[in-house]
């Protein structure tokens, strides 16, 4: 039954017509942590497509991995949850922001200082990608 659940997201994905250029990314901001902790990157994704997207990760040649992540607070308790994808209907606004989904950069690969525009690759689903610069900023920013 899972197997035809699966083949069914696959079908539809094909036929997608929502094309990278659809896709409309602002507010690209990446917070430095100091030393080698994770940084955390935050955008908005709007899908001015007529189909759905299926975010399903990202890439950055200045970090050894890049995960989906979203926070929640249960019961006073702060936790991370890893996101393998992520479904944008057409039309909906997507928001990276803290305390909510985020992207969690690990492993530097090269030194990093606020200000640096830093490209992360976003990837989706049906195999295409969408270049994204990111601006580093301070650990206060919201
Ligand atoms: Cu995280």
């Known amino acids: 039954m899972r197997r035809l659940v699966r083949l069914g997201t696959a079908l539809l994905l094909a036929v997608s017509t929502t094309a990278m250029a659809d896709l409309e990314v602002s ?11 994770p940084a955390a990157g935050y955008f908005t994704l709007t899908n001015n497509g007529s189909t759905p997207v299926v975010l399903s990760g990202a890439q950055s040649p200045a970090f050894g991995q890049v995960m989906m992540h979203r926070s929640s ?3 006073g308790m ?8 992520l479904e ?8 990276f922001a803290s ?5 969690m950069l690990m492993h530097r690969q090269r030194e990093l ?30």
């Open 27 to 37: 507010a690209a901001k990446l917070r430095l942590l100091p030393g080698d902790l």
């Open 73 to 75: 607070l249960e019961n």
């Open 78 to 85: 702060a936790s991370m949850q890893h996101l393998e994808q």
């Open 88 to 95: 944008v209907p057409a039309g909906a606004t997507l928001t």
């Open 99 to 103: 305390g909510g989904y985020h992207l």
């Open 113 to 142: 200082a606020l200000g640096d525009q830093i490209e992360v690759n976003l990837q989706f689903a049906d195999g295409q990608n969408l270049p994204v610069t990111f601006t580093a900023v301070p650990p206060t920013a919201q």
